[in-house]
């Protein structure tokens, strides 16, 4: 195993730093994550928990992080010289937000007594992750871009994003929710040969 070195670790996050401020976004915003991400998110999930949305970006002081959405919790992934995560639970979340900031979009979590934020996320990672975080917490995101219309191509690819990461986090997990998918299709489609539904209700 390769030791990282701090030099090398300097450099790496200045360029991208640099990246943000000439492009006026994240360039990395919009990519699938790294093997070492998905290997460092996978040993804070429970077995029971799924992938609902995750987002790429900066967080002041840190570095690259990654907020990742389950069905119970938030993960807080810093990728950066000090690699951690630190876990919240979602009902523990009393106020999310997003944000059009200068470097792409922001997004802010408020908790008793913390405020977490990360900015330099891509749009449709932004907008897809603050509905994750709202809705089972039961927060109201009519307020902010939790009901921007995304174009269809940014929303396929984030989505096809967050199915990558379940589908390396969770193997088990994704293989169960892909036959279950299956077996509703095939249900369905008899149920529309036999007469007992019309097309549209199938949907």
Sequence with gaps: MHKKHPMLDFFRNYNEQLEILIEGENPHANQLLRHADVDLIRNHLNRDERITAFATGRSVGVGRTIWVVTSQS????????????RKFALDSIEKADAEKGRYGHALSAHLAGARLGLYGVAQSFAVLTLRALAR???????????????????????????????????PLLAQSD?????????????????????????A
Excluded: M, W
């Design 74 to 85: 938030l993960l807080v992934v810093q990728t950066g010289k000090r690699p951690g995560v």
């Design 136 to 170: 089972p917490a039961g927060l109201d995101a009519t307020r902010n871009i939790g009901q921007t219309t995304l174009n269809e191509e940014a929303q396929a690819h984030a989505q096809h994003a967050f199915a990558d990461l379940t589908l390396r986090a969770q």
């Design 178 to 202: 892909a036959e279950a998918r299956q077996l509703l299709q095939q249900t369905a489609d008899r149920a529309r040969s036999e007469g007992q539904q019309r097309a549209p209700e199938a």
